[in-house]
Antibody, heavy 117, light 107 residues
Framework: EVQLVESGGGLVQPGASLKLSCVASGFTFSDYWMSWVRQTPGKTMEWIGDIKYDGSYTNYAPSLKNRFTISRDNAKSTLYLQMSNVRSEDTATYYC??????????WGQGVMVTVSS | DIQMTQSPSFLSASVGDRVTINCKASQNINKYLNWYQQKLGEAPKLLIYNTNNLQTGIPSRFSGSGSGTDYTLTISSLQPEDVATYFCLQHSSRPWTFGGGTKLELK
């Protein structure tokens, strides 16, 4: 069974940095592209970016490219999202997702990030 | 970026009703359209991929159709457990983009 478990969220001040993690199990992590998606309190969904199965290539939403970095450690079956210079509009639930057949066929339970002073 | 316009944003229907939800893309997405269901407090779940392919384990009352810029999710006979928010997603070209969601409630 595919399992994705996110962690690292919480309350963070504007301008700070935060690193989210997603531990995967139930499949061969190093075989698949992985993505991060976020959902705002108003329920709007936004794709953040994705990373190739070997970590050699990443894509980002243009509006987030300069502040967010996606990486992975295949030995640890873990996906990361490094967020820098966070803003109030980054307040959201962040989901880790996998692409097996199509983008986002499985999702983690999500982790909440609140940006506030 | 491809814009996805989903309608309606809110829908109230009775058990047994046929329900349709629409997504319109700002350009041709060549059937690269997924539908997701999100129940309250849960992560989204893939229902249908590439317009009309039912994900494993999803009841056959869910179906999808469309082409070009216009796509539809149909629930043939609404059940109480279908109360949720539904999203479409285009994966024709990055950045992948979502519709605004349809909140489905029981009348």
């Amino acid at each position: 069974e595919v399992q994705l478990v996110e962690s690292g969220g919480g309350l963070v001040q504007p301008g700070a940095s935060l690193k989210l993690s997603c531990v995967a199990s139930g499949f061969t992590f190093s075989d698949y592209w992985m993505s991060w998606v976020r959902q705002t309190p108003g329920k709007t969904m936004e794709w953040i970016g994705d990373i190739k199965y070997d970590g050699s290539y990443t894509n980002y939403a243009p509006s987030l490219k300069n502040r967010f970095t996606i990486s992975r450690d295949n030995a640890k079956s873990t996906l990361y999202l490094q967020m820098s210079n966070v803003r109030s509009e980054d307040t959201a639930t962040y989901y880790c997702t996998i692409t097996t057949v199509v983008p986002f066929d499985y999702w983690g339970q999500g982790v909440m990030v609140t940006v506030s002073s | 970026d491809i814009q996805m316009t989903q309608s309606p944003s809110f829908l109230s229907a009775s058990v047994g009703d046929r329900v349709t939800i629409n997504c319109k893309a700002s350009q041709n997405i060549n059937k690269y359209l997924n539908w997701y269901q999100q129940k309250l407090g849960e992560a989204p779940k893939l229902l249908i991929y590439n317009t009309n392919n039912l994900q494993t384990g999803i009841p056959s009352r869910f179906s999808g159709s469309g082409s070009g810029t216009d796509y539809t999710l149909t629930i043939s006979s609404l059940q109480p457990e279908d109360v949720a928010t539904y999203f479409c997603l285009q994966h024709s070209s990055r950045p992948w983009t979502f519709g605004g969601g349809t909140k489905l409630e029981l009348k």
